[in-house]
């Protein structure tokens, strides 16, 4: 995971995928798998039925534990 905050090390964390609509709307919120804590690399698998339909969607990711919940920026998801 990569924003201002440069590598961050994951390991203690939960990660979750927080899709919206461009208006705002929430899509969905997933857990995200931690592939590598000490690196801060996640993976996400695309269930079908995630996306209503193509078009762009503005997604962050929320990385927490008992004692903080940090957000990166939003960043574009294209579904064609």
């Known amino acids: 995971m990569k924003d201002d905050l440069g590598r961050v090390d994951l390991t203690g964390y ?3 995928l927080i899709v919206e609509e461009l208006d705002g709307d929430r899509v ?3 857990p995200l798998t ?3 804590a000490s690196e801060g690399l996640v993976s996400y698998t695309q269930d079908r039925d995630d996306f209503p339909e193509e078009g762009v969607y503005l997604a962050k ?3 927490y534990n008992a004692s903080q919940s940090i957000e990166t920026r939003r960043f574009p998801i294209v579904v064609m």
Do not use: L
Request: proline letters at 0%; hydrophobic letters at 40%.
């Open 61 to 63: 990711i929320r990385f």
């Open 28 to 30: 969905f919120t997933k």
């Open 14 to 16: 939960s990660v979750e």
């Open 34 to 36: 931690i592939t590598n």
